[in-house]
């Protein structure tokens, strides 16, 4: 009895190990999940669309001490408005829209094509307007007539270039248009190529940012635009030119109380109906911005000059811009942010986790680490050892004062050994997949099945011994009993 009891609580072993072996192979590994549930975007980085905003801009009488009609600030790389002033309102942009027309000529025409100058460039043009003292029938390249245009803001060459281009001013007009249309700018009109004023020729600091923001991505247009002094080579009709800036942020000479060593480019404009105008970009090493500012006054200083205070102005909102924001990055690839339990491990029972991707975002330059928040999570509460330094196990979200600045997937940073028991039975040649747990689920089970039906038999075998014992108890018994009647009761 005692032996049968321990083949029994034997075989109820290996039946209930058969099952659990079983259920591990019905779980699917990661090569056997459905691609309809596999998430896409695994291993990818994943960028969020809004990222860090300024809630609040700063008020007006903090950054300006002379109000301009409308000015917009943004920082280039992460695309974020930092200052808005009326940026919706149409102005006048005066020469900004030369930015527009050196825009086009890079994009339809070719540096090195010669252009001459035609009478008709010549014509409808401010007698006090700016210039290059251009004349007919000279001949210039594209590269330096748009040097005269950014450089020195020349107006005939702006006609130059719009015939060149479209065949007519009328033409190369309806081309600015359309490109501003398709540029995304709905308060934009212009009405000619060079800004001097006209009633219907207009736009606002926001269109004229995404003007601005385009010809940006061409590197061209940033070398015309960011230079201080340049000398046009002698023409069939004139010795060489010396052009100078207009632009006094970039201009270094000791007369100039506006140069600024930050500032990159790119165009300056004024009409009286306009005032000043001004679009710059500036970079401090950090941060690349973009200014617009329209409809800034002139006025006279201490010393009794007369100062264009777009430029004051302009330098007054980079600084405030430089003060108050940076690039930071808010999450590093070089330092674990959590852990997780290994189970089957060689000689440790966690792993670090660290981000395969940094964040790196404009934010506060005031913020500190404690303002971080990384939300972790895990693709389960362990992982079964091998692991491998670089296996993703996890994500993580960033955000700050409520706002999401990027996610990463978090991944193991360094390798993990299985333990040497499992290893053996991964040594066998039973390969990674399932099947062998499947194998070795049936092995068992018919192993139990054998014992069972041993056990049956030995129980079957001794239940009829024990019938067969009683059987002959019982015909002995009616055997002695009919022999004592017949002792009693003999034959007569």
């Not at 801009?57 to 790389?77: G, N, Q, R, W």
């Not at 747990?437 to 139990?448: E, S």
Request: charged share 25%; proline share 3%; with cysteine.
């Amino acid at each position: 009895m005692k032996a049968n009891k321990w083949i029994c609580l034997l075989l109820t072993i290996l039946m209930l190990f058969s099952l659990v072996i079983c259920a591990a192979a019905t779980e699917p590994t990661e090569e056997e999940v459905p691609a309809e549930e596999v998430d896409p975007a695994a291993g990818l980085r994943i960028q969020n669309s809004e990222g860090f905003v300024v809630k609040e801009y700063a008020d007006v009488s903090d950054i300006f001490k002379d109000e301009p009609h409308a000015a917009i600030l943004i920082e280039l790389t992460s695309d974020k408005v930092l200052y808005a002033l009326d940026i919706h309102e149409k102005n006048y942009p005066a020469s900004l829209t030369k930015i527009m027309t050196c825009y086009l000529a890079l994009k339809h025409g070719k540096l090195d094509d010669v252009l001459t100058v035609s009478a008709t460039a010549l014509e409808n043009l401010h007698e006090s307007g700016s210039t290059a003292d251009l004349m007919e029938g000279e001949e210039m390249t594209l590269e330096n007539m748009l040097y005269c245009t950014m450089v020195a803001s020349a107006n005939e060459a702006c006609h130059v270039i719009a015939e060149y281009i479209s065949g007519s001013v009328e033409a190369f007009v309806e081309l600015m248009n359309e490109t501003a249309r398709e540029l995304g700018c709905i308060n934009t009109h212009f009405a000619n190529p060079h800004g001097l004023h006209d009633e219907d020729h207009y736009t606002t600091a926001y269109d004229l940012s995404l003007i601005a923001r385009e010809a940006l991505k061409d590197k061209n247009f940033r070398t015309i635009t960011s230079v201080a002094e340049y000398t046009v080579p002698a023409t069939n009709m004139s010795e060489e030119r010396k052009l100078t800036s207009t632009n006094m942020l970039l201009v270094d000479s000791a007369s100039n109380n506006y140069r600024y060593s930050k500032a990159a480019g790119i165009k300056t404009g004024f009409t009286t109906p306009a005032q000043c105008c001004l679009a710059s970009t500036a970079d401090d090493g950090n941060m690349q911005l973009l200014s617009i500012m329209m409809g800034a006054p002139i006025k006279e200083d201490e010393n009794g000059n007369w100062v264009r205070r777009s430029f004051p102005e302009t330098i007054n909102l980079f600084e405030y811009a430089f003060e108050n924001y940076e690039i930071a990055t808010v999450m590093s690839t070089l330092y674990p942010i959590a852990e997780i339990e290994v189970t089957q491990s060689e000689n440790t029972r966690t792993v670090a986790l660290a981000p395969t991707h940094e964040v790196r975002t404009l934010i506060d330059a005031a913020y500190t680490s404690d303002d971080i928040v990384l939300d972790v999570q895990l693709n389960s509460a362990s992982v079964e050892a091998p692991v491998e330094a670089g296996d993703v196990l996890g994500s993580v979200t960033v955000s700050y004062k409520g706002m999401i600045l990027g996610k990463s997937d978090i991944a193991a940073i360094t390798s993990v050994a299985q333990a040497a028991v499992s290893r053996r039975v991964d040594t066998r040649g039973v390969g990674s997949g399932a099947w062998w747990k499947w194998l070795l689920g049936i092995l068992l089970t018919g192993v139990a099945l054998i014992l069972l039906y041993v056990i049956w038999m030995q129980v079957y075998r001794r239940r009829m011994r024990k019938q067969k014992i009683a059987a002959r108890r019982r015909a002995l018994e009616v055997k002695n009993r009919r022999q004592k009647f017949r002792n009693f009761f003999p034959d007569e």
